[in-house]
């Protein structure tokens, strides 16, 4: 057979050069086997295997896909190599070749750049291609040229061109224009590319020069933003005042806008000083301002001003902008005036108060006469704890008699002199019968009864509900009507989920002193820890309020996870302390890559625009990798909202028409194929970059409960598929989530919630929780964990995943230390690697990535391999067991367009960074057997 076969170097240094060798036979092949001399070692091989090599002898065949040659047509293969000479001996499918090989030629190298240009508003903006040779030539260079579609379409986003380009000998550099269209759509950013082709006289390094079309049209406010004022009103000595809280919209709304409201205690207490408050506020089409009352209860006690506070949550069609108010209470009691008379006076009032416990001062006032020493007296149902310029005489049930000491009992005419104390508040703060030196402070009210209700205690079912009866009673008999209004507030127990949110009047009969409140707590399967919620009584008439709030346990009534062994089914990991293991008992390590896209406006991975993506995948499992963390959106879920882009269909035909769900499922098919594993990665509600602007993981248009219901879909939907592993909840909590604390920005308590509905419907995965952002990196502090652990109900199944960025991230103030790098060991185990040391749980680091290019980055990544691969004090030593694995990751990035970190790939989307992959082969690990050991 004849054969022509081309060598040539594209590029050398001191230890290695880049070579290709292109087969043109004038007969077809259905396989071909490559046989050749060399004396140079092959270290990395593209478009080809090698089958043997034996000193300097190479056999080289064909991969799957390059097998089949037309006659007269072509097929190439490169590689890297130590330095040698070049190859000799050919022979194709074992005959010999006749010819040599045509003599290496050290021509020009020919590459194009990628460039980018704003679209504009209308006509044309011309966008500029430089083509550049490495050196000058003796003979003209040619090549073809061609623009090819990307997410940029020709004739609505640019005008294609083709042609020639000719450089002259001597020429390095020629430019080819293409002409941008504008436009006012609002737009991701789009690509196209420009392919060359037919080069002669020159080597091609970089064939394709992708062009970014930037957006720079504004898009509308989808939606409008609300925001709660703070308000002020006078308390009132009786009865009550309503606050007012104005919610307002910056624009009329053009669809269903709803919020949750609630009120929370600050130094004004609910029950006490205001009743509690909670629900849905909804504003029709057209409207922009709703309010929320809440009644504020008045007294005659002089204390200081008060707060409570107005919380907005869970809004819907609206996007928070101030979500929180405060409401003051202003005091509009003041203190008797002294007697200045013949008779001394005295007066109360309270300093401060924190709900279970409260200062207050007494004044005495001497008459015209003077004083040579006071005694004062009074009724109360508190017990004084501290007292100070003044002494306790009695204590007898309820009655007090308190005097001065020796220093402060003389008094000349008129002058004053205070004392004060500290007591606790089972029977409130006011006082009866107040005197000083037996003469009454002023009239005295006849004593009403005093309203109580006590805890209680119910352990849930499985199903339906069960009651919870909270016994509220009156301390007398009263000869009238006692009403008293209640509402339940959630705990640690939530509305909705573990109990019925309830509310109403309880009214007391002539002669009745006990009613009781009955509250529906929810059944359900999950083994989790006691639960509370509170029950508060607030707007009493004809009583006071003694104990105003009760609390409510619901206790567990589910079987824990069994304590010994643990299994998983086939194919599935668990954890073991702070290993992941396998369905066999066998510590695993997850080693993977984040490929990013699906969550944006493409809907789909990016580079699909150039590559195939079983290409893109087939090459990651050969780089060594055993996982892809796929991040996504909740967008990429909802029907209708999303149709993915970016793609050449040429090269992926197979995904041409499908939903964003479909072609998910495309890319763990074809993962579960080759032996890779996925994590699902929620990434951000609506489509976009990075993680939601709030920190929260839900929006304005996907709420917390349309998340839990997507991953609940997701969970079911891969189900009994051991490719997927795990779900990594929600991508980088910051900003107002927090670690514990309760309410509607609690992360660990939404994780907690996710993570149960996920396993109520695939009890196999693996449940990745991140850290929030507090002063480390977003999603990295995972500080909480020691005192606050995420506990589901099936144990064992929880994994921590903090991120981890480098000085050219953000240069947070370790970078920065005089004691830098040798620091970061405590950096990182103060904020996430104790969970592992401690053997609490094991640890996957979600993020981590750089270019590489600030040393700072170098050293940063030098010390964090080793501490991921168990070396924790940086001595060179593994500081774990023997068969133990270190712990998981997975890297940022894949892509090359990850504007931060770069990627593992060149911006040719084909390319490798050497560099990367060798800091990171220490903790490499092997693709994991679906069934069985590691």
Known sequence: MALRIDYSVANSWNSGLQASLVLRPDQSLNGWTLEFDADYD???????????????HYIVRNLDWNGSVAARAEVSFGFIASPGSSPTGYSLNGQPVGTAPAPVVELPIL????????????????????????????????????????????????????????????????????????????????????????VNGAVLARATGVATIVNDDTAPVTSPSAAVSDISLAEGDSGQKLATFTVTLSKPATGPVSLSYATGDGTAKAGTDYAAASGTLAFAAGE?????????????????????????????????????????????????????????????????????????????????????????????????????????????????VLRNLSYNGSLSSSASVSFGFQAATPGGHDVERLSVNDVPAGPQQPALPSLSIADATVTEGNTGSVDEVFIVTLSQPSSSAVTVHYATQGGTAAAGMDFTATSGTLTFA??????????????????????TLSVSLSLASGATIGRGTA???ILDNDPAAPTGPVTSHPGFFHTDGNQIVDDAGQAVKIAGVNWFGLETGTFAPHGLHTRSYTSMMDQMKELGFNTIRLPFSDQLLDTGRNSPGGIDYNLNPELRGLSGLALLDKIVDYAGTIGMRIILDHHRSSAGDGPNGSGLWYDGTYGEARWIENWKMLGQHYAGNPTVIGADLAN?????????????????????????????????????????????????DLSGVASNPVTLGIANHVVYSPHDYPN?????????????????????????????????????????????????????????????????????RTDIAAGDEGMSWTWWSWNPNSGDTGGILAADWRTPNLTKLDALRPIMADLIPVTGGA
């Open 551 to 553: 609390s409510g346990t």
């Open 111 to 198: 590459s194009v750049a990628d460039m980018s240009v704003s679209e504009g508003q209308s006509g044309t903006t011309d966008l500029l291609f430089r083509l550049t040779l490495s050196k000058p030539s003796a003979t003209p260079v040619t090549l073809a040229y061609a623009t090819r579609d990307g997410t940029a379409l020709a004739g609505a986003d640019y005008a294609a061109v083709s042609g020639t380009v000719t450089f002259a000998p001597g020429e390095t550099s020629r430019t080819i224009i293409v002409p941008v269209l504008g436009d006012t759509v609002v737009e991701a950013d789009e690509s196209f590319g420009l392919l060359l082709s037919a």
């Open 288 to 400: 922009t301002s709703r309010t929320v009352t809440v009644a504020v209860l008045g007294d005659t006690a002089v204390e200081a001003n008060e707060t409570f506070s107005l919380l907005l949550s869970n809004p819907a069609g609206v996007i928070v902008s101030r979500g929180t108010a405060t409401a003051t209470i202003t005091n509009d009691d003041a203190a008797p005036p002294p007697v200045t008379g013949a008779a001394p006076s005295v007066s109360y009032a309270v300093a401060n108060d924190w709900g279970s416990g409260f200062i207050a001062d007494v004044r005495v006032t001497a008459s015209t006469t003077g004083l040579n020493g006071w005694t004062v007296a009074f009724d109360a149902g508190f017990d004084i704890s501290n007292i100070w310029n003044a002494e306790i005489v009695s204590h007898a049930g309820t009655h007090y």
């Open 42 to 56: 092959i270290t990395q091989i593209w478009n080809a295997q090698i089958v043997s090599h034996v000193g300097n």
């Open 510 to 531: 002539a002669g009745e002193t006990s009613k009781a409140v009955t509250i529906a707590v929810l059944g359900d399967a999950f083994h989790e820890a006691a639960e």
């Open 732 to 780: 980088e909590p910051h900003g107002a989530a927090t670690w514990g604390g309760g309410g509607a920005n609690d992360w660990a308590a939404a994780a907690t919630r996710a993570g149960n509905a996920i396993q109520s419907v695939n009890p196999d995965w693996l449940i990745i929780v991140e850290g929030t952002g507090g002063n480390y990196w977003w999603g990295g």
């Open 808 to 876: 050219s991230v953000y240069g947070q103030p370790w970078f920065n230390a005089a004691d830098f790098p040798n620091n970061l060991e405590k950096v990182f185990t103060d904020h996430w690697g104790y969970i592992y040391q401690q053997n609490l749980a094991p640890v996957l680091l979600g993020e981590f990535g750089s270019n590489l290019t600030d040393p700072k980055d170098t050293a940063w990544l030098s010390r964090l391999v080793p501490y991921l691969g168990g070396d924790f004090d940086a001595d060179g």
